[in-house]
């Protein structure tokens, strides 16, 4: 007889872009006898004609099921890329054990995780999850309950804020959504008095175009867990940019760094009370909740855990509000936003931030750090330069802003309240009416030159706060990354590394090297389609070789031609005696430290495409002098000469590590995990990063 299936767990819930939701289910010990297997259903229940849609909406949906997650190696099931009203099933057994030894903990347990897609804009997409329990033939003692939540799913509201267990005498379910898994936590204190900690080592993650907080989940679990053990790691993923990435580095630069200054405190001060936004809900924490902010506590009381952040932050003083080191990553587009956010607060605050608090880790990865262009065929940096992705594709091609510069407000098209919220508002019939407010500029939005030659310039404010970091790295993929070239994300590479003979017979490529349009074709298959892993690879990933290929210190080129620069153009640079700087040089820098000249193989574009060769020979021969700052030299020149002025600048004063990342497939979005489950070509690259640096 078969036995009809009894639902045990419904919820609703609603997802945003970068919207994640994790659930823990574990059948009781007591009903293993009577449960045969469960039955996990999720739904996408947004209407069927969103399909047809796909850049106004996360309308995909992406699902994993994992038995036993604490035990390695771990197997998921998983089902990418459920449309609208498509419903996703997974069957799981139950194990009963035939004598008690023989049981292993948590193989009855499950986490499933749910999670949206990401795509242009910022809209929200209905998903119902099920889980139903089927009783094995004979079972006694299990009783169908009816629930009137049915009818309350269809009505629009999330209703309940924790899934509904309607049958909690046979399994629990803890859960935790976005806010919860992706938001900031601070370490728990260690003494009676409740005292908040101190000496806490700030780690911050920014995402790239058109990207989420999602993006930099899986480092930011991979550092917690690596440093949980030191109880000083606080690790915070900004996503102030979500939906605003084709604003422009300006704009999201000063997102990031206004969400910095407010998260140090530095904003309650009174030198930077004029930098607050209008109310809390502004900060980062807020804008990609996929649940209502009045309902957070009642979703860490279901989940099990406590709302640690808002308890340190009320208990924590003023600036800098317990911390003591910050390190910065940045994937992609973020390492640039990044560049600028640390300038403007370098400006704003008149050096005092970093005075504060210790600059440590500067990494990029996967970072246009010297635009898009020259390494691309023409027609792409031709369509950037006409704005096909906003300002941003602007900056990324080396466009002057001689018009005038756009500026970031505190409402308007980055309003402060979350999505949710203002959803919420509209239904409720009820507008803001705080007037908005200009954000303070800082000296790089004063320049016409193209952004990211301005914020090069060794004499620039984000220039001077980037030297101030204890170490500079680079992660630059070699191949396979259509987005980011090899050259421009490890500033027109790595003198040790050979990539002719790296892809040659006797090299240690596994694979051929590819055009870039097959790199371009490879990584629009993968958004359509994305790889899923299978079992066999998930079992030999602790195997696997590591994808670092190249690792590469490279010392700071010493300038002499620097001194024109400082003494004509920027003239609010710090202004030191010669003999001075030379004592300064010959204490940093040794003769041997200077850049090495790249072979000429080394040296090659990885592009069949791309501009003429480039050797840091011709690097160190172009002079940053004050007739090249000019609008008519400017003018004249090419994205690829704009880039070798940008590498000059990053190299001036600035020891880098370089670290070459060779990844097969699609390797833009595997470098940083983006999905935990189906980026798995990535997980040793975020494991390098994790054990390499210190964020203790």
């Not at 530095?266 to 900060?283: A, I, M, N, V, Y």
């Not at 023409?378 to 466009?399: H, M, N, P, R, Y």
């Not at 002079?623 to 690829?640: C, V």
């Amino acid at each position: 007889m078969v036995q009809k299936p009894l639902l045990v767990i419904q919820h609703k819930v609603s997802f945003s872009v970068g919207g994640i939701a994790r659930y823990r289910i574990k059948v009781l010990p007591s009903q293993l006898s009577n449960i045969q297997s469960l039955q996990f259903r999720v739904r996408n229940s947004s209407p069927i004609y969103r399909n047809i849609t796909p850049g106004s909406g996360p309308w995909k949906i992406s699902v994993a099921l994992i038995r036993n997650p604490e035990r390695a190696p771990v197997v998921p099931e998983l089902t990418p890329l459920i449309g609208c009203a498509q419903v996703c099933r997974m069957d799981a057994e139950v194990i009963e054990p035939v004598q008690e030894d023989d049981y292993v903990e948590g193989c009855n347990e499950w986490e499933l995780e749910v999670l949206s897609e990401m795509v242009l804009l910022r809209n929200w997409v209905d998903v119902k999850v099920e889980v139903f329990a089927i009783p094995r033939e004979g079972a006694s003692g299990l009783a169908h309950t009816t629930s009137n939540m049915d009818a309350e799913m269809n009505t629009g509201t999330d209703l309940e804020v924790a899934p509904q267990v309607l049958q909690p005498q046979l399994v629990s379910c803890e859960y935790k959504n976005t806010i919860a898994i992706c938001g900031a936590t601070f370490p728990g204190t260690n003494n009676q008095d409740d005292e908040p900690e101190n000496d806490l080592h700030l780690v911050l993650l920014t995402h790239g175009v058109h990207g989420t907080w999602l993006d930099m989940l899986y480092i930011k679990e991979q550092i917690d867990a690596h440093n949980a053990n030191n109880g000083k790691t606080v690790t915070f993923l900004t996503d102030t940019n979500h939906a605003g990435t084709e604003e422009g580095i300006q704009m999201a630069g000063q997102r990031v760094a206004l969400d910095i200054l407010e998260f140090t405190g530095f904003c309650d001060t009174e030198q930077g009370k004029h930098l607050r936004r209008p109310s809390p809900s502004s900060t980062a924490q807020s804008r990609a909740n996929s649940t209502p902010s009045s309902a957070i506590t009642a979703t860490a009381s279901a989940s099990g855990t406590t709302d640690t952040q808002s308890k340190n932050r009320n208990v924590r003083g003023c600036f800098p509000r317990g911390f003591s080191k910050v390190s910065i990553i940045g994937h992609s587009l973020g390492g640039l936003i990044n560049i600028y956010a640390l300038g403007y607060i370098e400006d704003v605050t008149k050096g005092t931030f970093f005075k504060t608090i210790q600059p440590v880790h500067f990494v990029t990865l996967a970072t246009p750090l010297l635009g898009i262009g020259f390494e691309h065929p023409w027609v792409l940096g031709f369509a950037l330069s006409l704005g096909c992705i906003g300002q941003t594709g602007k900056d990324l091609a080396f466009e002057d802003r001689s018009s005038r510069l756009k500026r970031v407000t505190l409402n308007g098209s980055t309003s402060s309240a979350s999505p949710m919220e203002q959803e919420s508002a509209t239904n409720k019939e009820t507008k803001s009416t705080t007037p908005a407010t200009s954000v303070q500029e800082c000296a790089l939005d004063r320049d016409p030159e193209p952004l990211l030659l301005a914020m090069a310039r060794p004499d620039s404010v984000s220039n001077r706060a980037l030297r101030k970091f204890k170490d500079r790295t680079s992660y630059a993929n070699i191949e396979n990354d259509m987005a980011v070239r090899f050259k421009t994300s490890s500033m027109m590479g790595i003198p040790t590394f050979d990539l002719d003979k790296f892809f040659s017979p006797e090299g240690a490529a596994t694979q051929p090297r590819k055009s870039i349009y097959h790199s371009a074709l490879t990584s629009t298959m993968a958004l359509l389609f994305p790889n899923v892993p299978t079992k066999a690879k998930f079992l030999s990933i602790a195997d696997a070789p590591s994808p670092i290929v190249a690792v590469s210190h490279v010392a700071a080129e010493v300038s002499k031609k620097e001194v024109g620069l400082n003494s004509s153009e920027h003239g609010a640079g710090q202004k030191k005696s010669a003999k001075d700087k030379k004592q300064k040089h010959s204490r940093n820098y040794k003769s041997e430290d200077v850049i090495p000249t790249a072979t000429p193989s080394s040296s090659r574009s990885t592009s069949r495409s791309s501009s003429p060769s480039f050797t840091q020979d011709s690097l160190t021969t172009k002079a940053l002098t004050p007739q090249s700052t000019t609008a008519a030299s400017l003018a004249s020149k090419s994205r690829l000469d704009f880039a070798q002025l940008v590498a000059e600048g990053y190299h001036t004063e600035m020891d880098w590590t370089k670290i070459g990342v060779y990844i097969e497939y699609e390797a833009h979005v595997q470098i940083i995990v983006r999905r935990k489950w189906f980026n798995l070509d990535g997980w040793k690259c975020v494991q390098d990063l994790v054990e390499r640096f210190d964020f203790t």
